[in-house]
């Protein structure tokens, strides 16, 4: 690591820097002085300096001759985030050392446990290069438990201030006092922002402390022998769960198997293992197996199998018409398997529209200028974009799913592996799978073709043909399934899934686009109301880009 040996001198020297101006804040709040303020202030500006010189070295060796992995790209993020935050612990020793001016005597703070917070901090600060430059895992935990520790403390002697603060004593300097625990705390914030970007450069993705120990016990669930600096994080993108994903798999092993990694709020990846626990009786082998799974108090941790392959939308970008043709068909078979198989018959609400207005605030944040109000021109009413809204969850009403079927819940085609080797396709990420109207997915499919941002005609061709074929395949199984409100409902569905896709859409025409669509098909069904519901019929054009 030659290349960074001074890069290395220059964070131990601001580490030194930044140690003394936490050790000399703690002997102003021993025995406040303002000479001893003073000599904080100034080096202030020293440790700023010093952090811009790690950060230009940082940014000089990204954009110098000189060839750098991934790994040592990693490694330079990672020093420059360190230099900010250790500013950022000087910034608080400032202002705490400040602070002490507003107290109403000097041994105004004895009465408090302030000297565990600076033992933490600077017990922390003591191994941040060795944590850095070994890349020490061990190390870097130990830094961001600082956190935890100072939490713990802060809450303590918050606690004690309040009750004094309520007892009426001297609240000037008790509110003072709570600014410098305030500022203490935040030190272990930056902390543990160090430790985490020692985690980064080691693991090669960015990880938050939790997320670290839920992969660290759930690779050892599993059995993976090997540390974690010898493997290989990569995260997938791609998801808006809000969940963390990523592939693990041993460094630089050519056999070795890979897992899936996904981090996130206990209840979804609750729903997770249960969805795939009843894929595996419904369907064996078309969902991923589950190695391991970790629960804490709010979030979970699940291992997955990795499923080789490439999702459809990839098939999608393929030239390749056979391979194409296969992944299609093999689609439409599983789907009709699936549909047949869980098949229960008896009526059921519809409930696109709810689905819609629960999600279009989020639309109107991102587009506000679709939230048309209501407009009267003469004699004219038009209604506002809202009240359209909800006269189709009224319209809705009117019709019943004669069945339902386990859908996948978010059957987008980002979410279907095929796997032209074995001649199959799998499902993934199921937490939403439950029994329910087979148009959810069938609507979700089509719009998720047509929402992909890709306007070259070669790849339009294919999605729009595979929405031409789908839409085909779905007006069958209706009709042999007996489903006389196929197309009313498919319209409820198309609605909702083409106005809450803008949401994710930053181009303006194309949300627009995609926004009308979805508007011409209410207007649509609106205009339909009192004729019978069979008779209706969604446009064949409506999923169909034209790009010329």
């Not at 041994?107 to 933490?120: I, K």
């Not at 430059?133 to 713990?152: G, M, N, P, Q, T």
């Not at 272990?188 to 980064?200: K, R, S």
């Amino acid at each position: 690591m030659h290349v960074f040996e001074g890069l290395e001198q220059k964070i131990q020297f601001m580490v030194l820097d930044v140690s003394k101006q936490v050790d000399d804040t703690l002997k102003i709040l021993i025995t406040p002085e303002e000479d001893a303020i003073e000599k904080v202030t100034a080096r202030d500006d020293y440790i700023d300096n010093f952090k811009s010189v790690i950060e230009n070295s940082c940014f000089s060796r990204l954009g110098s001759h000189i060839h750098l992995d991934k790994k040592g790209i990693d490694f330079i993020r990672a020093a420059n985030v360190i230099s900010n935050n250790l500013e950022r612990i000087s910034d608080f020793c400032v202002n705490i050392a400040n602070q002490t001016r507003y107290l109403s005597r000097k041994n105004f703070l004895d009465q408090y446990e302030y000297r565990p917070f600076f033992r933490q901090v600077l017990e922390a600060l003591d191994i941040v290069v060795r944590a850095l430059f070994h890349r020490d895992l061990s190390l870097a935990l130990r830094i961001c438990r600082a956190e935890f520790v100072l939490d713990k403390l802060y809450k303590h002697n918050f606690d004690k201030i309040i009750e004094q603060l309520q007892a009426g004593r001297e609240a000037h300097s008790l509110i003072t006092t709570l600014f410098i625990f305030r500022y203490l705390e935040r030190m272990g914030d930056a902390l543990l922002n160090i430790g985490e970007a020692v985690i980064f450069s080691v693991v090669g993705e960015k990880l938050k402390i939790n997320q670290y120990q839920a992969l660290r016990e759930s690779l050892d669930t599993l059995g993976f022998k090997l540390p974690l600096r010898d493997m290989d994080f990569e995260s997938i993108w791609g998801t808006r769960s809000g969940c963390r994903i990523g592939k693990v798999s041993n460094e630089g092993a050519s056999s070795a198997r890979g897992v899936i990694f996904k981090e996130g709020k206990l209840k979804k990846i609750l729903q997770e293992r249960a969805s795939i626990e009843l894929w595996e009786e419904i369907f064996p082998g078309l969902t991923p197996k589950v190695f391991g799974f970790q629960e804490g108090p709010d979030n979970a941790s699940i291992l997955l199998e990795f499923l080789t392959g490439c999702t459809f939308q990839e098939v999608l970008f393929n030239d390749d018409k056979e391979i194409l043709e296969n992944a299609f068909f093999l689609i439409q078979e599983t789907a009709a398997m699936i549909w047949q198989k869980t098949l229960k018959p008896g009526p059921r609400p519809s409930t696109f529209s709810a689905q819609l207005l629960s999600r279009v605030d989020d639309v109107f944040v991102v587009h506000p200028d679709l939230n048309a109000p209501d407009i009267r021109i003469c004699d004219l009413a038009l209604p506002s974009t809202s009240e359209i809204f909800e006269r189709l969850r009224e319209i809705e009403q009117e019709l019943k799913v004669p069945f339902t079927v386990f859908i996948h819940g978010d059957y987008n085609i980002n979410n279907i592996i095929y796997n032209q080797k074995e001649q199959r396709v799998y499902y993934i990420d199921v937490h939403r799978s439950k029994d329910d109207d087979y148009l959810q997915d069938l609507s979700v499919f089509l719009v998720s073709n047509f929402r992909v941002p890709i306007f070259e005609s070669s790849v339009r061709d294919n999605l729009n043909d595979a929405n031409r074929r789908f839409l085909h395949f779905g007006r069958q199984f209706a009709r042999e399934h007996g489903d006389p409100t196929f197309e009313a409902r498919l319209a409820f569905g198309l609605t909702r899934s083409f106005i809450t896709s803008t949401r994710f859409e930053l181009n303006p025409d194309f949300a627009h686009n995609m926004f009308s669509r979805g508007m011409y098909l209410a207007e649509k069904i609106i205009a339909h109301q009192g004729k019978p519901w069979e008779s209706f019929v969604v446009p064949k054009e409506i999923l169909r880009y034209n790009y010329f």
